[in-house]
């Protein structure tokens, strides 16, 4: 498993998913400052990476969840891969959206689904966690059970993790920010200061000035 992860920061690193500017911080929605930018939106552009994260979720759902009735994706960023998977196990696939449509049929659930049916859940990105388990809470609304949730990358924060267990919500996720910054590190993306300032920046993203 930890050389899969590695492989999958290198590809990261390689087109440029993942950005890494200590000296110029980005800016974050939440507002918090970040040396480091992860859009996984760019691996849909480069069919070697995109196969390979398609086949990755695959492979856990046929191995931790073969009773899934079905596979959910986290609307932005989540709907494409989570129909790839869904394709590829050939089970149902719906999305759930940030909020409830403000206009049509007002759904926060999009697609043909029943209560009692069990589902994974596929999101791009975790950082604390608060938008994933939106759309899990959202599927236990509707009456569905959620068996777990994969992702493609995870900062880690402790939050994150508190956040998952308080909702009784098992994570994989095919990559992680301890992983990333080691894969950078010995491929001279970063230098050893930076490392150790990505490794601080990581214990309280909050504070981050």
């Not at 191995?63 to 009735?69: H, I, L, N, Q, W």
């Amino acid at each position: 498993m930890k050389e899969n992860q590695k492989h999958l920061a290198q590809l990261l690193l390689q087109i440029n998913a993942i950005k890494l500017n200590p000296a110029n911080p980005f800016v974050w929605a939440s507002g918090w400052k970040s040396p480091i930018y992860c859009d996984n939106r760019v691996t849909l552009s480069f069919p070697e990476v995109r196969n390979y994260i398609r086949d990755e979720f695959s492979n856990i759902v046929k191995e931790k969840y073969p009773e899934a009735d079905g596979i959910a994706g986290v609307a932005t960023g989540a709907i494409a891969y989570g129909a790839l998977v869904a394709d590829v196990l050939g089970l149902p696939f719906v999305y759930i959206r940030s909020g409830v449509k403000s206009h049509g049929m007002g759904n926060l659930i999009e697609g043909d689904y029943s209560p009692d049916q069990k589902y994974v859940v596929v999101e791009d990105l975790v950082s604390t966690g608060g938008s994933s388990l939106k759309a899990v809470e959202a599927l236990r609304v509707a009456g569905c059970k959620v068996l777990g949730m994969v992702a493609i990358f995870t900062y880690g924060f402790q939050k994150a993790v508190d956040n998952f267990s308080d909702k009784q919500c098992q994570l994989d996720t095919l990559s992680n920010y301890e992983v990333l910054i080691d894969q950078a590190a010995e491929s001279k993306y970063i230098n050893n200061n930076q490392v150790s300032l990505l490794k601080e920046w990581r214990k309280a993203p909050e504070q981050w000035k």
